[in-house]
């Protein structure tokens, strides 16, 4: 499903079976179970035996179930698409550099879908990691399958010759250019891993800044790393009582007939509506009963 929560996307090196095993108790919105970076060369073969166990007796719960796959430039993409099954509900493309690269994955997955029998469409998530990547991301995320566009910083950095800085001044253009294009295609936006695992601080506040320029998740490297993704991520009580209170000023101007919607003496345009609208739909994706809001 392309239009899902997106909260958290939580890496699973594809070569350690405890950690494919517990995959699904950790919550995240979205596990990516991973065979490229996270895996070593000697260790790809290994990798690939687990992650279709994985897919074959792990129970996910609630989880989008992921792969990523080595780029279709290296000599393991084939076999990587091969542990492709029904179970799985998207592919995360590395290093993403023209429409040409999404397409010909969307290529292989139609061979696959069919000679599968899987009656649904297999999702990608290509991850913008280079400059040319961030100059080609609009034409990236206007492809059929493609559900978001996500960034991949360490690599960015490298690419551009960056220093990443815990201040990510280096990383502004990139985000900003990767949420405009994704939103201008009508997709998701989801930022970077925040590298250091045991700074919740730092964290925070990256996670705070990536939802304040619009992307719709964060990805994480560590179970630990979800908690605060999702508190950042999840709209504030606050925010679901503002958003209720601006349909329910819609509500008495369509019962009044009247052309005119304020709230507490102020206009309320369409931009507002629509994010009183993302707001209550992001809180009931997340469990949350609007309704029936609990006092503080």
């Known amino acids: 499903m392309k239009d899902r929560l997106r909260r958290s996307r939580l890496f699973l090196p594809g070569n350690n079976p405890k950690i494919?095993?517990?995959?699904?108790?950790?919550?995240?919105d979205s596990v990516i179970l991973d065979l490229e970076d996270a895996v070593s060369i000697d260790s790809k073969d290994e990798a690939r035996i687990l992650v279709k166990w994985a897919l074959r007796d792990?129970?996910?719960r609630n989880s989008e179930v992921l792969i990523r796959v080595n780029s279709p430039e290296t000599e393991f993409f084939e076999a990587d698409m091969g542990v492709i099954s029904d179970r799985v509900d998207g592919i995360v493309l590395p290093k993403a550099e023209s429409k040409e690269d999404v397409k010909n994955v969307a290529s292989v997955l139609d061979e696959i879908e069919t000679e599968k029998g899987i009656g649904r469409e297999i999702i990608i998530i290509p991850t913008i990691e280079s400059a040319l990547g961030v100059l080609n991301a609009y034409d990236i995320a206007r492809l059929p399958r493609v559900a978001a566009l996500a960034f991949?910083?360490?690599d960015f950095t490298k690419d551009i010759g960056a220093e990443r800085t815990p201040e990510g001044t280096e990383l502004w253009y990139a985000r900003s250019a990767i949420v405009t294009a994704a939103k201008a295609a009508g997709v998701q936006a989801l930022d970077t891993v925040y590298p250091s695992v045991h700074d919740d601080e730092g964290l925070r506040r990256e996670t705070e800044t990536a939802r304040r320029m619009g992307f719709d998740g964060k990805s994480a490297i560590h179970p630990n790393q979800i908690g605060i993704i999702h508190d950042v991520f999840t709209p504030s009580r606050e925010e679901i009582k503002k958003a209720l209170?601006?349909?329910?000023?819609?509500?008495?101007a369509e019962e009044k007939k009247s052309g005119v919607i304020a709230l507490?003496?102020?206009?309320i345009d369409r931009?507002?509506?629509?994010r009183a609208k993302k707001v209550i739909r992001l809180a009931e994706a997340a469990g949350i009963d609007?309704?029936?809001l609990p006092e503080e």
Request: negative net charge; aromatic residues 6%; hydrophobic residues 45%.
């Open 271 to 274: 931009p507002v509506v629509e």
């Open 245 to 252: 209170a601006v349909m329910q000023a819609i509500k008495e």
């Open 290 to 292: 609007t309704e029936h």
């Open 152 to 154: 991949g910083a360490e």
């Open 264 to 267: 507490n003496g102020r206009m």
């Open 20 to 28: 494919l095993q517990d995959g699904g108790v950790f919550e995240a």
């Open 58 to 60: 792990v129970d996910f």
